[in-house]
């Protein structure tokens, strides 16, 4: 069965960085996309970032867009997110997810999350 | 950049009630718009994906409709697991921005 397993998150100074990564099992990873999307304590869903099955597109909310970076190792079935200049703002719970990208209609949504990783910006 | 709206922000219903959420993109994303529910302290759920195309195991009292920048998410009869959060999310292009949520509650 189709498995997300995110780690790397934790408490970290303002200004700091941090990596987070999920590693996948269950799917042929290599076709797929991969969203990081993040939830503050007690509040909605921000997405955060994709990257293409390939690699060859990477796209950022703007909010994190110049601070963040996501990549994906095919041969190892992970992807990441090296996260940089954090702020209060950037604490929340950070999901991988999947997508079902359907190449024919071009819908996609994503279908398989992992359980997450706490990510608290405090001094 | 794109602006997703829900309304309503919350709402209370009971077991057996119909229930409709409206979701609005800030421009036109043709049928490009996923709906997800989340249950307190779970993770997201897909339901629907291409405004109307429902997910794999999801149970046929959801539905969806709309096209352009309107779109509806209907519960065509309210059965208790169904109390939770929804959230639609625009896949058209990126950023692939979500709702802020609409939280269906007991009455």
């Known amino acids: 069965q189709v498995q997300l397993v995110e780690s790397g998150g934790g408490v970290v100074q303002p200004g700091r960085s941090l990596r987070l990564s999920c590693a996948a099992s269950?799917?042929?990873?290599?076709?797929?996309?991969l969203h990081w999307i993040r939830q503050p304590p007690g509040r909605g869903l921000e997405w955060v970032a994709v990257?293409?099955?390939?690699?060859?597109?990477?796209h950022y909310a703007d909010s994190v867009k110049g601070r963040f970076s996501i990549s994906r190792d095919n041969s190892k079935n992970t992807v990441d997110l090296q996260m940089n200049s954090l702020g209060a703002e950037d604490t929340a719970i950070y999901y991988c997810?999947?997508?079902?990208?359907?190449?024919?209609?071009?819908?996609?949504?994503?279908?398989?999350w992992g359980k997450g990783t706490l990510v608290a910006v405090s001094s | 950049d794109m602006q997703m709206t829900q309304s309503p922000s919350s709402l209370s219903a009971s077991i057996g009630d119909r229930v409709t959420i409206t979701c609005r993109a800030s421009?036109?994303?043709?049928?490009?718009l996923n709906w997800y529910q989340q249950k307190p302290g779970r993770v997201p759920q897909l339901l629907i994906y291409?405004?109307?195309r429902l997910e794999s195991g999801v149970p046929p009292r959801f539905s969806a409709t709309g096209s352009g920048t309107d779109f509806t998410l209907i519960i065509s009869s309210l059965h208790p697991e169904d109390f939770a959060t929804y959230y639609c999310?625009?896949?058209?292009?990126?950023?692939?921005?979500f709702g802020p949520g609409t939280k269906v509650a007991i009455k």
């Open positions: 997810a999947k997508d079902n990208h359907n190449i024919l209609t071009g819908y996609f949504g994503t279908d398989y």
């Open positions: 269950g799917f042929s990873f290599s076709s797929y996309g």
């Open positions: 990257i293409w099955p390939d690699g060859s597109q990477k």
């Open positions: 421009r036109d994303i043709s049928t490009y």
């Open positions: 291409g405004a109307s």
């Open positions: 999310q625009e896949s058209y292009s990126p950023p692939f921005t």
